[in-house]
């Protein structure tokens, strides 16, 4: 190995050129035998990494379809407008130019909803409200999903951090021992 290949190295392994680097050295011809073990290093916790990023990356596509596919958009059936209510004093109040109330049963929705409910109302083309929908629950398992996913995603780094400590200090050890031979 020459000083130039000596300042490759140093430069490569200071950034993200390590992966670069790790390559390099799998496709060096004559190594050492410190460099054997840690090209066969750099590849066990390369293609770890990826494999674990490649089935995060995967498990993240079907949590997202999961949250998305059980949601119910809104109503299925025609209509022209859409607005919020609430529920006030057994009431759903709604503002369309003017203020209105409206009995819950007459939409579809049951009696006993506690004060403050959020109601989505939808409107036909002669301004009467045709149906009516809890959004507060629909907000919820929404939000539950949510939920789900976040905690799913932060497991995720978790297990990518340990795997990176356990690699540095098992199967990887080799490959970080010669880095730092180089950096010094």
């Not at 300042?7 to 496709?27: E, H, M, S, Y």
């Not at 045709?130 to 976040?150: C, K, M, Q, Y």
């Amino acid at each position: 190995m020459d000083i130039n290949d000596v300042t490759l190295n140093i430069n490569a392994a200071k950034g993200a050129g390590f992966i670069r680097l790790g390559f390099w050295l799998n496709k060096k011809p004559k190594k050492t035998p410190e460099e054997k073990a840690a090209a066969k290093a750099f590849l066990k916790v390369f293609w770890g990494t990826l494999g674990i990023a490649l089935m995060f990356v995967a498990v993240l596509f079907v949590l997202t379809g999961y949250v998305m596919s059980g949601t119910k958009s809104g109503y299925d059936g025609d209509y022209e407008e859409s607005r919020t209510g609430r529920m006030e004093n057994g009431q759903v109040r709604y503002v369309k130019n003017e203020l209105y109330y409206i009995d819950p049963e007459t939409i579809g929705l049951p009696a006993g909803l506690p004060d403050g409910t959020h109601i989505n109302l939808y409107f036909d083309e002669n301004d009467a409200v045709i149906a009516g929908e809890n959004a507060d629950e629909l907000d919820a398992i929404v939000e539950s999903r949510v939920i789900l996913t976040v905690a799913v995603m932060v497991t995720m780094v978790l297990i990518l951090i340990i795997f990176a400590i356990v690699a540095r200090k098992r199967f990887g050890k080799p490959w970080f021992q010669w880095l730092q031979l180089i950096k010094s």
